[in-house]
């Protein structure tokens, strides 16, 4: 066996008969992966094992490690070497460890191709980040005329209810309070119902973005109320409900009316 290594390695019979410390840095290294070599042993770990080889002494290590019944781990920059010998490649970049199973030119396939699909993939995600850019600034836009469209509206009853104190002597409206969609909460009922986050969804699957709730005290006043605000002529009545003279199940009253102004 050591006869075979030796012949395999190029360690010729003049470099056994000298002593360790005399041999060149080359014949030192061949000398310890021969020794390397005949070690009864399951894995082998080889750091760049051809340097200091020739031709024959490396076509020789390819066919031992070929016929390896074990684990051979081996750093190396000589790719044929690699091509003819591993079966799986580590790549280790910036603490990260990236696994290919196949040679050195598998390697170099695949890595090009990771490469192209982390770029793909790069490229749609900031089109993507591009396109979320542009439709948050829309819905920015958007909900700032919903803010305007809602201030309108409160401004509307309030006059209204300054003109029916002095009709009436006395204030039918007992309060008049505003709320304005979160954005959060706009995007859940647009995906719970199936829609994506577009403004063109939010106008037409949402009709309660903006709201002006008016609190009187007789349904009377409701009703006069409510007539006097889609009399003007600025006012679109889009959708009517009576919960009063309809009431909920669970008892509950109110006039919607779901309207559109300039």
């Not at 008049?176 to 909460?185: F, G, H």
């Not at 939010?202 to 002006?212: H, K, P, T």
Request: with cysteine; net charge negative; aromatic share 8%.
């Amino acid at each position: 066996a050591v006869n075979k290594v030796a012949n395999g390695l190029s360690i010729d019979a003049d470099m056994r008969q000298r002593l360790f410390d005399d041999l060149s840095g080359g014949e030192k290294t061949r000398v310890n992966l021969g020794r390397l070599i005949l070690e009864d042993t399951d894995i082998l770990l080889l750091d760049e094992p051809t340097n200091h080889l020739d031709l024959q002494a490396t076509e020789w290590l390819e066919e031992y490690l070929n016929k390896f019944h074990g684990t051979v781990v081996t750093i190396s920059h000589d790719r044929y070497f690699l091509d003819r010998t591993v079966t799986r490649i580590i790549e280790v970049l910036d603490g990260h460890a990236e696994f290919y199973s196949g040679n050195y030119s598998f390697y170099a396939i695949e890595k090009e191709r990771r490469y192209q699909e982390q770029m793909k993939q790069y490229m749609k995600e900031q089109a993507k980040i591009q396109q979320l850019e542009a439709a948050a600034e829309q819905l920015r836009r958007a909900m700032a005329y919903f803010n305007c469209a809602m201030m309108e509206v409160e401004t509307k009853f309030k006059v209204l209810s300054q003109e029916l104190s002095l009709e009436y002597d006395r204030n039918p409206i007992e309060t008049i309070k505003t709320r304005l969609k979160s954005m959060d909460s706009i995007t859940d009922k647009l995906l719970d119902r199936g829609f994506s986050l577009t403004l063109e969804n939010i106008e037409q699957q949402l009709n309660d973005v903006a709201g002006v709730r008016v609190i009187c005290g007789l349904p009377s006043d409701i009703y006069e109320l409510a007539d006097a605000f889609l009399r003007q002529d600025d006012v679109r009545l889009i959708m009517k409900k009576d919960y009063i003279a309809n009431p909920k199940e669970n008892g509950y009253r109110s006039l919607h009316l779901i309207v559109e102004i300039p």
